[in-house]
């Protein structure tokens, strides 16, 4: 089973394990109508004048149905059928059907010799129906079925896939750990399982961890005197430093600014250094021009913006201002900060320009699309700004978008927000 990339799943087609012709099958003298027969495999015996020679069939179920005319009608069910039958279903995107029909396969062909491909494709397909947990069960039964070392890493990629998916972050990071410690492990694997995991451990919080990880799928972490390893593939580079640009936005996010006004000013200065290191990260993402990291990291810019303006906003108030002041506090700050909302219009006009230009399509976009409507819906008035306004209709307090009322003095701490 040839492991599948993030965005692509393909179900898996295992070998021939011989050629049968053609089959002589005897049916039972009575079958009842509506009732399956399984047919018991029989070796093929050669004559007499030469040695003898046991084929293996595949197992077969002989139905008879009666028909609307009340005819019987007799027809048969084989593992490979069954099998082609699910394949098609999958690739024409019936993946409820594929479900059926692989698990059917399963139920009734147990000791098949496409069993093991099989779990694979069913786990494929109940994660295109987001039905995490019942794929991880499936390839985890892989690994306890003595599976061939290929099938046995990519079982582990999906598991740690379904991990992530079910947000068992620590989980699928230790599934990755195993991937990396398998000793015949080849180059592109191991960089995919270094940029996974990077991935996962960011989720996770584990900020110094990923970019270890990161930086390893971009061959920054050779020892001295050391060859200098080959590059990874444009996607993969691509992909880990836009890693490491979300690792520096969650960085930036969760540098606080707390009062006094000393302290305010030193913290929002080591906010606006992150804000820089994290806006460069995106940047040097666009530079590396793979089409659907360039929208991702163009969207992100934008919400960084969004980010900046919104951390502001919740700063903690001079407690010494009274209500009168506080609302002129309030009308001043957004004056000042109002060019952040601006600039974040700017980049997700361009954005969708380039989208367009290049024929992108998909979450990033309608992401995009969103928030660049309801920025300029702030921006021309059409909503109100009071103080704790909230750009965005989200009300929930948990949500990166959500702008609720000034943190009090005594609690300068801002909550830290969810991974971008």
């Not at 990033?364 to 300029?376: D, F, G, H, V």
Request: net charge negative; charged share 25%.
């Amino acid at each position: 089973m040839a492991n599948p990339g993030p965005a692509e799943l393909r179900p898996y087609s295992p070998p021939k394990r011989g050629l049968v012709a053609l089959l002589a099958i005897l049916l039972p003298a009575a079958l009842a109508p509506g009732c399956g027969a399984r047919q018991t495999p029989r070796p093929v015996v050669i004559g007499p004048e030469g040695p003898t020679q046991q084929i293996e069939m595949e197992p077969m179920q002989i139905l008879a149905e009666r028909g609307k005319d009340g005819k019987l009608v007799l027809r048969h069910r084989d593992a490979a059928s069954l099998f082609r039958s699910a394949g098609a279903a999958f690739d024409s995107q019936d993946h409820a059907r594929a479900v059926e029909e692989y698990s059917l396969l399963l139920q009734e062909f147990p000791g098949s010799s496409y069993t093991m491909a099989t779990r694979y494709n069913l786990g494929l397909a109940l994660e295109e129906l987001h039905r995490h947990a019942e794929a991880l069960v499936l390839y985890r039964e892989i690994l306890v079925s003595n599976p061939s070392p290929g099938d046995a890493l990519d079982a582990r990629f999906r598991i740690a896939s379904c991990q992530n998916e079910l947000a068992d972050y620590e989980g699928a990071a230790q599934t990755l750990q195993e991937v990396l410690g398998l000793p015949t492990l080849g180059r592109e694997d191991r960089l995919l399982a270094q940029l996974r995991l990077g991935d996962v451990l960011l989720a996770a919080g584990h900020l110094d961890e990923a970019e270890k990880a990161f930086h390893a799928v971009l061959g920054r972490t050779r020892l001295k005197g050391s060859p200098a390893p080959l590059p990874a593939p444009p996607e993969m580079v691509s992909q880990a430093q836009y890693g490491l640009a979300r690792l520096e936005h969650q960085r930036f996010t969760r540098a606080p600014i707390r009062m006094p006004q000393a302290q305010m000013e030193r913290d929002i200065n080591e906010k606006a250094r992150l804000f820089l290191r994290a806006q460069a990260g995106y940047l040097r993402t666009i530079h590396l021009r793979i089409a659907e990291m360039v929208t991702a990291a163009g969207l992100k810019i934008g919400t960084l913006y969004e980010d900046f303006y919104r951390d502001l906003m919740q700063a903690p108030v001079p407690p010494e201002l009274n209500s009168e002041e506080v609302e002129v506090y309030f009308e001043e700050l957004r004056k000042v900060i109002r060019p952040l909302v601006e600039q974040a219009i700017h980049v997700y006009e361009r954005n969708l320009l380039y989208a367009e230009r290049f024929g992108q399509k998909g979450e990033w976009i309608a992401e995009t699309e969103a928030r660049l409507e309801r920025l300029r819906q702030f921006i021309t008035g059409k909503a109100m700004a009071e103080p704790g306004f909230t750009v965005f209709p989200e009300t929930d307090p948990s949500s990166p978008l959500f702008i609720g009322p000034p943190a009090p003095p005594e609690s300068p701490e801002p909550a830290t927000a969810p991974a971008p």
